[in-house]
């Protein structure tokens, strides 16, 4: 099983699941390290071992070669002098062995050594200093923190006001370090892999997946970076975050700090113990189910930001500190019911039958004229252009006019707009809904039971979508057919397509580690496109004839006319 990702929206909720994780990772690269310590060391006796050896045979061949033999009589026969010969053949022979295997030797420590070394210091180690940093910043933040929250609510607006800025100021701080720190665990552990193992074979793909990753995952992280309010992940069923409870004891009250998860739905709040600094877990979850949530008043408590609930379960109230004003708020919110979190419903989108129309004319312009184009959908159309034949094809009052085989319409053109039309639906073709499910099957060992999956779960999707992705599939097949003109293999496609087709709902880290796996199933498809076997009629759009003959689909289509097709 591999490691778990790491998400960037996990470092602002910094939950205990998110720091095992991380240890799983820190526990990964420190067993990579002794490794490569060992893997240095044995390397070195190797080399040392492979000199000694060569020293012994140049000794050897030396013996040979000196060797003479001795005849009776004046003369030596041609079979003494070949014997006498083969001695320092064999010798030499044994020389040029060892000349090639010094070579060997030499380039040894640059092949295998130097990078080994290098990376253990330059990787391994700038991810220990990271590491040092992360904990520093965290024992400050946390410290900052329970000492802002100890300040007494009767203090004056302004001095409260620029405590809150300083907080705000530390806490940034600290999650901008949280970020790095888990950018930089990742990047060594996909560097373990492309730096010295993957080269080994096809290194030119290894290095460019390699970059597109590493891309990715540090845009993704300064969009984070930029507003992590907008890429946090945020369920509408529950609430997670760090509080401070106030414990009664006979003479004293005392504070202490749970990680809190509260459930909407059964109304369940679990409490654990646990410290942010060291990463322990001090105890056994506590759970119990919420009875009422109400604010604490100014002036009924010393403490800033507090707020009472009572439980079904358990007796007495639980007095509980948020961190912030805000935080307050968004507990409130979620526990009182008052203010239930809003979020965004799928729209339900129509595929309208204009656009189709157009999509299917291009199949048949790109069919008949397209396909040895090299880079064919991988290579981009000037935007401007891609603009501009979109407005066309989306407006009804043009779309019928547009002349794809016109000269101003260039191929690059034309599948940018198929393209740019797929991504920019609200809802990927293959949904929202069956998305991991597809992740799923590709990561299956037996590759039948890919197939056989992925084939299920594409008869269970909408029917346009499927019969659109049928269609689609039918034409991205032609074109892999001409691979050897267009260069646009299954794989290649795979890579064009996946993301478009298969475009997670939220950018996240595991969304990026996916995206090989959103290849893999576009390239199952393609190849098996004919396992689609749809029964069902497809939408007849009214389309434009090209040279003469209309273009409907794929297939001879029956059935009524239809306005739109939902998807």
Request: glycine share 4%; charged share 30%.
């Amino acid at each position: 099983m591999g490691l778990p990702a790491l998400e960037f929206s996990d470092c602002y909720v910094d939950s205990p699941q998110f720091r095992e994780r991380l240890k799983s990772h820190e526990l990964e690269l420190e067993k990579t390290n002794k490794f490569i310590k060992e893997l240095i060391k044995d390397g070195k006796a190797l080399i040392q071992a492979l000199k000694n050896l060569s020293t012994a045979k140049r000794k050897f061949a030396e013996s040979l070669n000196e060797f003479k033999f001795q005849c009776i009589g004046d003369a030596e026969t041609d079979d003494e002098i070949c014997i006498a010969k083969s001695l320092q053949e064999f010798a030499g022979v044994l020389q040029n062995l060892e000349d090639e295997r010094t070579r060997m030797i030499e380039n040894a420590n640059d092949v295998l050594i130097s990078p080994l070394e290098r990376f253990r210091k330059e990787q391994i180690g700038a991810a220990k200093e990271a590491k040092k940093k992360y904990d520093k910043e965290t024992e400050k933040y946390c410290t900052v923190l329970e000492k802002h929250l100890s300040l007494s609510a009767k203090k004056k607006e302004a001095h409260l006001h620029e405590a809150d800025n300083q907080v705000d100021i530390v806490r940034q701080h600290f999650y901008e370090v949280s970020l790095e720190y888990v950018f930089k665990v990742q990047e060594v552990q996909e560097r373990k892999m492309f730096e010295f193992v993957e080269p080994v074979k096809l290194q030119h793909i290894f290095i460019i997946l390699k970059s597109f990753t590493r891309s990715e995952v540090e845009c993704l992280m300064k969009k984070m970076k930029e507003n992590p309010h907008e890429h946090k992940s945020i369920s509408p069923n529950t609430m997670e975050g760090y509080l401070f409870v106030q414990e009664k004891r006979s003479f004293v009250s005392t504070w202490v700090k749970y990680y809190c998860i509260y459930h909407r739905e059964p109304k369940r709040m679990t409490m654990m113990l646990f410290d942010q600094k060291s990463g322990a877990k001090n105890g056994d979850e506590e759970s119990f189910t919420l009875k009422s949530c109400t604010r604490r008043k100014t002036d009924s408590i010393e403490k800033r930001f507090c707020f009472d609930i009572e439980a079904v379960d358990r007796p007495g109230v639980i007095t509980m500190q948020a961190l912030s004003e805000e935080d307050r708020r968004l507990w409130m919110e979620a526990m009182d019911g008052r203010e239930p979190v809003l979020y965004l419903r799928h729209q339900k989108f129509l595929l309208h039958s204009n656009m189709i129309g157009f999509i299917l004319r291009a199949f048949h312009m790109l069919e008949t004229r397209g396909t040895p184009l090299v880079g064919l959908y991988r290579i981009v159309g000037v935007s401007s252009r891609v603009q501009k034949l979109l407005s066309l094809a989306m407006d009804p009052k043009t779309c019928a006019d547009v002349e794809l085989d016109s000269t101003e319409w260039e191929i690059k053109t034309i599948t940018s707009a198929i393209k740019h039309y797929l991504r920019m639906l609200p809802a990927p073709l293959m949904t929202y809904q069956y998305q991991r499910s597809f992740i799923i099957a590709a990561k299956l060992d037996n590759p039948e039971a890919r197939v056989a999956e992925i084939h299920s779960i594409v008869h269970r999707l909408p029917e346009k979508n499927r019969q659109m992705l049928e269609l689609l599939m039918k034409h991205l097949a032609k074109v892999a057919s001409h691979h050897q003109q267009n260069l646009m293999t299954v794989a290649n496609l795979g890579v064009v397509f996946g993301p478009t087709l298969l475009r997670p709902q939220e950018e996240t880290v595991a969304a990026i580690m996916d995206i090989k796996f959103q290849n893999i199933v576009i390239e199952i498809l393609i190849e098996n496109h004919e396992r689609l076997e749809l029964v069902s009629n497809w939408c007849l759009f009214p389309t434009r004839a090209v040279h003469g003959r209309p273009i409907q689909s794929h297939r001879e289509i029956s059935g009524p006319i239809t306005k739109d097709c939902a998807i």
